[in-house]
Antibody, heavy 119, light 107 residues
């Protein structure tokens, strides 16, 4: 069974750094792209970026380029989403996702990680 | 970037109603269009991919159609479990965009 298991909720202050994780299991981690989707409170879904763990090829949405860093450690089948300096506007639910079908829909989703940034 | 526009933003309907949600792309996305259902506090769930292919386990009352820039999601007979928010999503050259969502409410 394919599973994406994310790290737990975080509460941070503005200016702090953060790295959240998504561990894949039940499949060959290096063979599938894995991405991140943001959902701000009461809002819709926004695709942030995606990485291919096999060679670390990474693509970002223009809206998130330079704002976050996506990485992966294939030795532990884990993808990461990282901020160097959080803002209150980063408060959101973050989902990791895996496209695997023709047409590239996100057919697997993690359970979500809630990030709260507040002074 | 390709923009996706859904209509309506909110839809009030009754159990048994036929419901249609429209999604328009700012440029052609061929058939690279998916639909998701999201309930409060839950991760989205894939319903339809490649515009009209039903995801395994999804009830047959859900169907998708369209190509190019105009797409529709139809629920043939709305059930109590279907009250949720629905999103369309396009894929093009390692870039994905979601529509703003359509909330289906109880009338």
């Amino acid at each position: 069974e394919v599973l994406l298991v994310q790290s737990g909720a975080e509460v941070k202050k503005p200016g702090e750094s953060l790295k959240i994780s998504c561990k894949g299991s039940g499949y060959s981690f290096t063979s599938y792209w894995i991405g991140w989707v943001r959902q701000m409170p009461g809002n819709g879904l926004e695709w942030m970026g995606i990485i291919y763990p096999g060679d670390s090829d990474t693509r970002y949405s223009p809206s998130f380029q330079g704002q976050v860093t996506i990485s992966a450690d294939k030795s532990i089948s884990t993808a990461y989403l990282q901020w160097s300096s959080l803002k209150a506007s980063d408060t959101a639910m973050y989902y990791c996702v895996r496209p695997s079908r023709s047409g590239w829909p996100f057919d697997y989703w993690g359970q979500g990680t809630l990030v709260t940034v507040s002074s | 970037d390709i923009q996706m526009t859904q209509s309506p933003s909110t839809l009030s309907a009754s159990v048994g109603d036929r419901v249609t949600i429209t999604c328009r792309a700012s440029q052609s996305v061929s058939s690279w269009l998916a639909w998701y259902q999201q309930k409060p506090g839950k991760a989205p769930k894939l319903l339809i991919y490649e515009a009209s292919s039903l995801e395994s386990g999804v009830p047959s009352r859900f169907s998708g159609s369209g190509s190019g820039t105009e797409f529709t999601l139809t629920i043939s007979s709305l059930q109590p479990d279907d009250f949720a928010t629905y999103y369309c999503q396009q894929y093009n050259s390692y870039s994905w965009t979601f529509g703003q969502g359509t909330k289906v409410e109880i009338k």
